[in-house]
Structure formats: C-alpha cells, structure tokens
C-alpha cells in the first residue's frame, strides 16, 4: 500500500503556515515597535522626575538656621522699598477715593434740582 500525499495540498497548507507566521511577526514587530515607543516616553518622564527629585532633595537639605538668615536677608532688601510702596498707595487709594466722594456730592447736588 503506497500512502501518497498530494504535493501542491501539502505545499497549499505549507504556504498558508508561512503565510500565518509572517502575518504574525509582522503583528509581533508592531507591537514591539509600539512597546519601543511607550518604554522611550517612560525613560524620558522618569529622567524629569529624577531631575525634579534631586531638586527637591538638595532644597530639603537647607538647614532651617540658613533659611532663616535668608529670609531675614530678603525682608531687609525689600523692607525699605516696601514702605514706601505702601505709603504711594495709600495717598493714591485716599485720592481717588475722594474724587469719587466729590462727583457723588456733585451728582446727588445736581440731581436734587
């Protein structure tokens, strides 16, 4: 008994494994490819973040007496111009607070005739 393939069925069913297969690491590159791109976006947000934590650590080892004397520093630079500001405003505020208390005496005057 001779048992016999059909050649172009055995290269047909052939044809169409290799046809799956390349089908299939093609979808395997893509995915790969996507993996690639998600992995790289990963590594650049983790950079930023180790960037922003090795900030955030050296402003953490400011001892509180350093912080301390900078602050005092800062009020003494801005502290004499911040009077002055101050006191420009109010004159300012009172002036045209007072300019409007005028027209509403002129207004109301007028008005009452």
């Not at 979808?27 to 590594?43: A, G, T, V």
């Not at 001892?63 to 009020?75: D, F, H, M, R, Y």
Request: some cysteine.
């Amino acid at each position: 008994m001779k048992t016999h393939f059909p050649l172009g069925r055995l290269q047909s069913d052939l044809g169409k494994q290799v046809n799956g297969a390349i089908l299939s690491l093609q979808s395997s590159s893509e995915l790969i490819q996507i993996l690639q791109k998600e992995i790289m976006e990963k590594s650049v947000e983790l950079s930023k973040l180790r960037e922003e934590y090795e900030r955030y650590c050296n402003l953490a080892m400011i001892k509180k007496g350093e912080v301390i004397a900078l602050i005092k520093q800062l009020e003494i630079a801005a502290g004499g111009k911040q009077w002055q500001e101050r006191f420009f405003a109010i004159i300012v505020d009172f002036s045209v607070g007072l300019i409007f208390f005028c027209r509403w005496v002129v207004a109301s005057y007028i008005t009452m005739k």
